[in-house]
């Protein structure tokens, strides 16, 4: 759903009788429902039911891709692209289903293949643009999105049992407003940064509001979660001293940092392999056979997903984690020092997407082993959340850097070789970023009691110990 309609931005403006920028905003619409519907469906889905929220945000997508199929206004689609938003909250949905679901031998593997698709949804959705853009008409591309979204909640239905763990409480509807609120300033302020200037008034405007709000949000949502609160029957959204806790902190923190390293190489990629040979490094690939040679990083999430289980179990999901934003980090340093002929890239691309199925397999365990398993679902949406941030924001820095250096072909600007250079090597200090964040994460041992109430050690370490 988040990459779906990249390829074909330079022809919505025709196609729907848009601008450019309005264009884009298909693009950020779907970014932005998507961050602030994965925390509110999280803590839904531990309060009334983990399997109906799944169902809900699946039935809203459906909604969103049969919008899209059958309208072309501009304005409607835009509504179906953030309708699609909802997805986002799908996946730390399934995997806290399988936290409480799956036997314990099952559920590292489990978690790690869905944590997986995170990027290999993505990097599919590239080559299946192009393969519908060129043979069949755009609508298709909302009306498939339509008959996976009803496969799925049909399999949901009759596969996936309902989770017993539910935490109570009433919905904090102050907190979810809050939380809304200061996402869109955020979000707007990193994805038009670019085109509305990075120091202009609406820009700096959109920071300092989003650090407001989040001041007052914390505050509240804080203050609902204070221990011995009498009469407190409403659950915060956020519950900001579990997540305060070092472990699942730092892990959120990581988080946005591999996610940066790792869609950069999507990203830069795409436009290498479809920039024209003019350019001195591009190759001039229609969509489909860009897509097709950006389908081993897709494959790679996939089949290494079993190998970050395994890892997970013999060494821990630490020491997983380590592993795979080393090879981010690696990966990123070493294109950027090297020519970009089409076997190194697309190496390069599926070296890199070997360390995001290690970091990405990983992670859910290291929140999940954190935090009270009647918070599994909010956790792992804002993990989510700090992913989705990684990316937009890898976005946001690879449109920066490329149009500060550009070249021009046959009257269209690309971007200089220079501009590449400069990228992957911004990713590659991401990479080594979460490399040094998560050597400081704790070990296992030493969280168990983190940042825990005296009157909560005992029943918190039955909870979260592994």
């Known amino acids: 759903m988040q990459t779906i309609v990249m390829p074909l931005l330079p022809e919505f403006p ?16 779907n970014l932005i429902a998507g961050t602030v519907c994965a925390p509110v469906l999280g803590r839904l889905g531990d309060m009334y039911g983990k399997r109906r929220l799944l169902l809900v945000a699946l039935g809203v997508m459906v909604t969103g891709s049969l919008l899209g199929a059958l309208v072309d206004t501009y304005a409607v689609v835009l509504l179906a692209r953030a309708l699609q938003g909802t997805a986002m909250g799908v996946v730390p949905l399934g995997i806290s289903i399988m936290r ?31 393969v519908v853009a060129e043979h069949l008409s755009w609508h298709w591309l909302f009306g498939g999105a339509a008959v996976i979204g009803l496969c799925g909640m049909l399999a949901v239905w009759l596969v996936v049992p309902e989770s017993p763990v539910r935490s109570g409480g009433r919905f904090d509807l102050v907190g979810a407003l809050g939380l809304s609120a200061t996402l869109v300033c955020s979000l707007l302020a990193i994805t038009q940064g670019n085109s509305w200037g990075w120091l202009s008034v609406p820009v700096l405007g959109l920071f300092a509001v989003a650090a407001a709000l989040s001041g007052v949000w914390a505050a509240y949502e804080l203050r609902l979660a204070a221990p011995g609160r009498v009469g407190a029957v409403r659950q915060p959204l956020v519950d900001l001293r579990v997540s305060a806790r070092r472990k699942v902190l730092l892990t959120n923190i990581a988080s946005i940092l591999v996610g940066f390293a790792m869609f950069t190489s999507f990203m830069v990629s795409a436009q290498i392999f479809q920039a024209p040979p003019e350019t001195g490094y591009g190759y001039g690939m229609s969509l489909i056979l860009s897509g097709i040679a950006l389908l081993p990083s ?53 070296v890199t997407s070997i360390g995001a199925a290690l970091a990405y397999g990983a992670i859910p365990a290291l929140i999940m082993r954190a935090v009270p398993v009647t918070e599994t679902a909010a956790a792992n949406s804002l993990n989510t959340l700090a992913r989705s941030l990684g990316t937009s924001t890898c976005s946001a820095v690879v449109a920066a850097v490329s149009t500060v250096s550009v070249m021009n072909v046959a009257g269209v600007e690309f971007p200089a070789a220079v501009a590449f250079v400069a990228v992957f090597g911004i990713a590659a200090g991401a990479g080594l970023l979460a490399v040094a964040v998560g050597v400081i994460i704790p070990r296992d041992r030493d969280t168990v009691t983190e940042n825990l109430p005296r009157e909560e050690i005992g029943a918190d370490h039955v909870r979260i110990s592994p």
């Open 14 to 29: 025709r196609l729907l009788d848009t601008t450019p920028s309005g264009a884009a905003w298909l693009v950020t619409a």
């Open 100 to 130: 409480d679901e799956l036997p314990p031998e099952r559920v590292a593997g489990g978690i790690a293949l869905m944590s997986s698709t995170l990027g290999a949804g993505g990097a599919f959705g590239l080559p299946l643009t192009g």
């Open 298 to 350: 897709g494959v790679m999430m996939i089949v290494f997903s079993p190998v970050t289980a395994y890892l997970s179990r013999r060494r821990g999901p630490r020491i997983t984690f380590l592993l795979g934003a080393a090879i981010l980090a690696a990966a990123n340093f070493a294109r950027a020092l090297t020519p970009p002929h089409m076997a190194i890239v697309i190496a390069a691309t599926a």
